[in-house]
């Protein structure tokens, strides 16, 4: 394996690794809060569904988006799909004043886990780090980032990658 290979897996694991990267504990222990210009809510299904200009809150977390659908599972925990242009969130990190913050065209959330799926030319930033990728999963309970770069193939003939700036 040439060098610069090892290198670039050894900068990924310990941008995986990193313990700053982790988000607020206690956000997942928060009320959710909502804002949208319309919202449909069915009780029975347990899916509310929030339209235009929707503003999520859970803590230190913030997700922004066009539409966001909520399904509440029979214990209560709750799934939010976000689609927009783009899907966007922050979060704090733990400990720290910083913000990881990201995009995508469309961002899934498991508030009981605290995984966030982003999805379509995803994009994450911590500090002055940066991954890029066709799908990012971002577990803000354990600061673990996982990137794949998709099976599109560009216009020149280049199928598309991760990629990942890591700073000094």
């Known amino acids: 394996m040439p060098l610069q290979n090892i290198r670039f897996i050894i900068l990924l694991g310990l941008l995986a690794a ?15 809060n909502l804002e949208a210009d319309r919202v449909s809510i ?5 899916i ?9 809150n859970q803590g230190t977390m913030e997700i922004n988006g066009d539409q966001i ?13 976000v689609t927009g242009n783009p899907a966007e969130f922050h979060q704090n990190q733990e400990g ?8 995508g065209e469309r961002i899934e959330y498991d508030s009981e886990s605290g ?11 911590r500090g002055q780090d940066d991954m890029h990728g066709d ?9 673990v ?3 794949s770069g998709g099976n599109q193939v560009s216009t020149h003939g280049v199928r598309h990658r991760v990629r990942v700036v890591i700073q000094p």
Do not use: C, W
């Not at 990193?18 to 959710?32: C, K, M, N, T, V």
């Not at 659908?69 to 799909?81: F, M, N």
């Not at 995984?115 to 930033?125: C, P, R, S, T």
């Not at 799908?135 to 600061?143: A, E, L, Q, V, W």
């Open 18 to 32: 990193s313990a700053h990267a982790y988000g607020e504990r206690l956000d997942s222990r928060q009320p959710i």
């Open 42 to 46: 069915d009780d029975i299904r347990k």
């Open 48 to 56: 509310s569904t929030f339209s235009g200009s929707v503003k999520l």
């Open 69 to 81: 659908v909520v399904i509440q599972d029979k214990h209560g925990l709750r799934h939010g799909t």
């Open 96 to 103: 720290s004043e910083n913000y990881v913050e990201g995009q």
């Open 115 to 125: 995984i966030m799926d982003i999805y379509g030319e995803a994009h994450v930033q």
């Open 135 to 143: 799908h990012i999963t971002y577990n803000s309970r354990t600061g």
């Open 145 to 147: 980032f996982r990137a």
